[in-house]
């Protein structure tokens, strides 16, 4: 059964420091997402690509976040500097382009970033 | 905007106990409803979907029943399972030019042997 892709599982960082997460959707999903998932709380979406566009980062606090995913395929997130409210867990969804498939998105396993 | 508000937990039950969670929403339009499930330590699963008023999403026991009239897609199963403990989402996709999901806060279920 295809999966969503993410690495590293865990990262550990000092507040400050540059963090990068990847994510592989699974194969023809059109449609990749980040969310934010603070701990006891329900995800929050942070940027959202259809093949290699933005379509919507409006939650993305773009001093210090940024997303691409060059080719349409994998993506990856980077903070920097990290701080100390960046601590959750940054969750991967993917789903197909259009139509009613469209509203099942398949969650990654997610990245748990801890910020010290 | 839109948003949806789920019951606190933890909600703790014995085996075979029923359960409900309760989910309302604000939404203008016509939402696309959904239960995700996420156990320790994974990232979410889609539990069951909804996508217009009176449909009724199911599997592995649970059940929610969109009810445009109350605003509610409550989550039932009949008797649960220790296997069930984990964190149970309420979500609903708005429309428009995004699909992003608007998550409720989650509710934790332990189910007790």
Redesign the interface.
């Known amino acids: 059964e295809a999966e ?1 892709a ?1 690495s590293p599982r865990y990262k550990i960082t000092e507040k400050s420091q540059a963090v990068a997460f990847w994510c592989d959707p699974i194969s023809g999903h059109a ?1 990749l ?1 980040w ?1 934010r998932q603070i701990l ?6 942070l940027v ?1 690509f259809q093949d290699e566009s933005v ?2 980062d409006s939650q993305l606090p773009k001093d210090r976040f940024s997303a691409e995913r060059l080719k349409g395929v994998d993506s990856t997130l980077k903070i920097q500097p990290a701080e100390l409210g960046d601590s959750a867990m940054y ?1 991967c ?1 993917s ?1 197909h382009r259009g139509g ?1 498939a ?9 990245t748990r970033l801890t910020v010290t | 905007g839109d948003s949806v508000t789920q019951m606190e937990g933890p909600v703790t039950l014995s085996e075979e106990a029923f359960l409900t969670i309760n989910c309302t929403y604000t939404a203008t339009g016509y939402p696309s409803l959904f239960w995700y499930v996420q156990y320790p330590g994974e990232g979410l699963q889609l539990l069951l979907k909804a996508t217009k008023a009176d449909d009724k999403g199911s599997n592995k026991g649970f059940e929610a029943t969109y009810r445009k009239e109350t605003t509610s897609f409550h989550l039932e199963k009949g008797s649960v399972q220790v296997s069930d403990s984990a964190v149970y989402f309420c979500a609903l996709v708005g429309g428009g030019a995004t699909n992003k999901l608007i998550f409720g806060t989650g509710t934790l279920l332990a189910v007790q042997p």
């Open positions: 969503v993410q449609t997402y969310y006891g709380q329900g995800p929050e979406l959202q379509v919507d969750l969804a789903t009613a469209a509203y099942e998105q398949y969650f990654g396993p997610g």
